[in-house]
């Protein structure tokens, strides 16, 4: 796993903008770009599990922390529309002038808030990875877990950080015992699909480490912005899918068949709402053996959208 140091930004109400660079990072600045959305609770660091992938395809990543994780500044009362305008001051300051952009688990309502926002010519493709879709879509097949955190947050924030930071917090940040999220996280893993299991208990692609790390960043300094931001989930989004203009091949949707985090009937309701995705379905995949397993195709089907629309 190649973790690589936070960047920093201040955006223009104050904050400050966490990211990390990963694939060819600054040896090649017109090297076609992507900016991932991490997963919940989740960091920068989520990104290095596609580094390699990104060396080899000559792609750069760019992954910012949401607010409230990371090293991000926590943003009272934001919504997820808010997310955008943090993206597009990012690329700009980073010169990025057209990108692509992932969004795995809890990144895809932001992936799909960046649809809405940007035009085409900039933003030249959309990936979703096992994303979370709106909870009117139902829950049903959702670990059990998972369903109450939805439902709660929007109406008990307060009572779901406190319980973040007593079940999750205490353990990402205590120093003196650093094993405790790993082995914390290893009991959330023995009720999985088999196929996330393996991938857990093999250290599949790094992806152990790269969870642990993701993780512990995200609560670095405590659970208030993971809290916040399962309020905005178990809440309306304040867009409706079928608002989204999609371009035929610029949109895609991978999905496990066996996720229990974000059942596989949710991405099958988005999908017939988003006219011009393509839903691509791994019936034997689950939550997060999918980007393991599908790294090589997701990251070349972006860095296409990309390239093919310099080339047009």
């Not at 000559?58 to 607010?67: C, H, L, N």
């Not at 409230?68 to 305008?85: E, K, N, T, V, Y």
């Not at 932001?110 to 030249?124: N, Q, T």
């Not at 006219?275 to 691509?280: A, G, K, N, Q, Y």
Request: charged content about 20%; some cysteine.
């Amino acid at each position: 796993m190649a973790l690589t140091d936070a960047r920093t930004l201040t955006l223009p109400d104050g904050r400050t903008l966490a990211y990390a660079v990963y694939g060819v990072a600054d040896a090649a600045p017109a090297a076609p770009t992507i900016l991932y959305f991490h997963g919940f609770p989740g960091s920068r660091h989520e990104a290095a599990l596609f580094h390699r992938t990104a060396l080899q395809h000559g792609v750069r990543i760019v992954a910012p922390d949401r607010p409230g994780m990371g090293q991000s500044s926590f943003h009272a009362d934001r919504r997820i529309l808010d997310w955008p305008q943090d993206v597009a001051f990012l690329a700009d300051q980073l010169g990025i002038r057209e990108f692509a952009v992932i969004g795995t688990s809890a990144g895809a309502p932001y992936a799909l808030a960046c649809r809405r926002a940007f035009p085409p010519s900039r933003l030249r493709g959309v990936g979703l990875v096992g994303g979370l879709y709106p909870v009117e879509f139902g829950l049903q097949g959702m670990m059990l877990g998972a369903r109450v955190l939805l439902w709660i947050a929007p109406w008990a924030t307060g009572l779901v950080q406190t319980a973040l930071d007593w079940n999750m917090g205490v353990a990402a940040r205590d120093k003196e015992h650093p094993e405790a999220l790993a082995e914390l996280l290893a009991q959330g893993f023995a009720g999985r699909p088999h196929v996330d299991r393996k991938i857990w208990e093999q250290d599949v692609g790094g992806f152990s480490d790269n969870l642990i790390a993701s993780t512990r960043e995200a609560l670095r300094e405590s659970a208030q912005g993971p809290a916040w931001e399962s309020r905005l989930f178990g809440s309306p989004w304040g867009f409706g899918l079928d608002e989204l203009q999609l371009e035929e091949g610029r949109f895609v949707m991978w999905h496990g068949g066996l996720d229990v985090n974000s059942p596989l009937r949710m991405a099958k309701k988005a999908h017939e709402l988003l006219l011009h995705s393509d839903l691509r379905v791994s019936p034997e995949e689950g939550h997060c053996s999918l980007a393991v397993h599908k790294a090589d195709e997701i990251i070349s089907t972006l860095k296409g959208m990309v390239v093919e629309a310099r080339a047009a």
